[in-house]
């Protein structure tokens, strides 16, 4: 605790202060706010937590949906594969985006997840 207010300027001295009357009054929510940015008490909605869900998964599907709609039968078969790249790419780039996250493994994180799981898609409807 007393390094974040060191990194932030503030001396060691006045640092250890502020921790320590920090811990005192409310150990707990000063730890989960100082650590994780989050405050004690302060829960998301589940309702809004699906609705989001449904939201990201519809958008999400906007791509390929067009991609085999809109482009000749001779291109929908790699047209959709890039729609599904570019559809995970952009979901890893928001949700890091509006998470505070690392943009650049969220994205690469949701392309190779992706891809394998297009991989296994494929071979299941093969042996079907």
Do not use: E
């Amino acid at each position: 605790m007393v390094d974040h207010y060191v990194a932030r300027g503030v001396t060691p001295a006045t640092a250890a202060k502020i921790a320590a009357q920090l811990m005192q009054d409310d150990a707990l929510g000063t730890v989960i706010a100082v650590k994780y940015s989050l405050q004690s008490g302060h829960y998301m909605n589940p309702w809004d937590a699906a609705f989001s869900s449904l939201v990201a998964a519809a958008s999400g599907g906007i791509f390929p949906l067009v991609a085999m709609t809109f482009l000749p039968v001779a291109w929908q078969w790699p047209g959709t594969i890039l729609a599904v790249i570019a559809s995970v790419a952009l979901t890893g780039f928001l949700s890091a985006k509006l998470g505070d996250g690392l943009v650049k493994t969220a994205m690469i994180r949701n392309v190779v997840i992706g891809i394998i799981t297009m991989i296994i898609h494929y071979g299941i409807g093969q042996i079907m």
